[in-house]
């Protein structure tokens, strides 16, 4: 079964309107959780990394007024959109690892796709 | 930095035809993993598989198997006699000491398209 969950899978909002996804580790505790976004026919891009406790830390060109992370527990990641706009519309992934040592092992969520009007 | 590439934007084939999608990385860790996964329409990502830079050796998981050449830093992936449900997208990806493994570095993502 999943260890990560997202939720919710699918999400219509209008323009201007903040929307809330959440991703949950389920059998591990996760001091860090990283966000993606995917364009309609496009790559995976990170767009941050959610640090347990304290600030998230933003990729190159992402805005961290405009996409707010909160990961106020050891396996609880939110992203919230604020104000979205249909240029937000996209395709946002989460996903986590068992953190110090970690050999490699990751697991992703299953997907929030928002789409804005 | 780290870098994937997947030259091949889509690939369609004729069922039961074995198709091969390549993936050429660059990176400047010794140490590194690399992985594919598939991504249906449904947009979830589907694990295949995960691969250490220290394990050379080549994988066959039924109709799957991965050909993995660190001198040529490629990781091809085959599918031998394609069926309808192997249409979707693969993505290729890497991941390296910079992220302590956490994060992945993915390719383009190839298409592939079979048809009955």
């Known amino acids: 079964g999943a260890v990560v969950s997202q939720h919710p899978s699918r999400v219509i909002c209008k323009s201007g309107t903040s929307v809330k996804i959440e991703c949950r580790s389920l059998d591990f505790q996760a001091t860090t959780m990283f966000w993606y976004r995917q364009f309609p026919k496009q790559s995976l891009m990170l767009m941050a990394t959610s640090n347990e406790g304290s600030k998230a830390t933003y990729e190159q060109g992402v805005e961290k007024d405009k996409f707010l992370i909160n990961h106020a527990s050891l396996t609880l990641s939110t992203l919230t959109v604020t104000s979205a706009h249909p240029e937000d519309s996209s395709f946002y992934i989460c996903?986590?690892?068992?953190?110090?040592?970690?050999?490699?092992?990751?697991?992703f969520g299953e997907g929030s796709r928002l789409t804005v009007l | 930095a780290q870098k994937v590439t997947q030259a091949q934007t889509e690939i369609s084939v004729v069922e039961k035809e074995d198709v091969t999608l390549d993936c050429v990385y660059e990176?400047?860790?010794?140490?590194?993993?690399l992985f594919w996964y598939k991504q249906p329409p449904s947009g979830e990502l589907v694990f295949l598989i995960r691969r250490n830079s220290f394990d050379e050796q080549n994988e066959i998981s039924g109709r799957y198997s991965w050909n993995f050449q660190k001198s040529t830093s490629s990781f091809n992936f085959t599918i031998t006699a394609s069926q309808v449900v192997d249409s979707a997208v693969y993505f290729c990806?890497?991941?390296?000491?910079?992220?302590?493994?956490?994060?992945?570095?993915f390719g383009k993502g190839t298409m592939l398209l079979v048809s009955p």
């Open positions: 996903s986590a690892s068992p953190g110090a040592g970690n050999t490699g092992e990751l697991f």
């Open positions: 990806a890497l991941s390296g000491t910079n992220s302590g493994y956490s994060t992945l570095t």
């Open positions: 990176t400047r860790d010794t140490t590194y993993y």
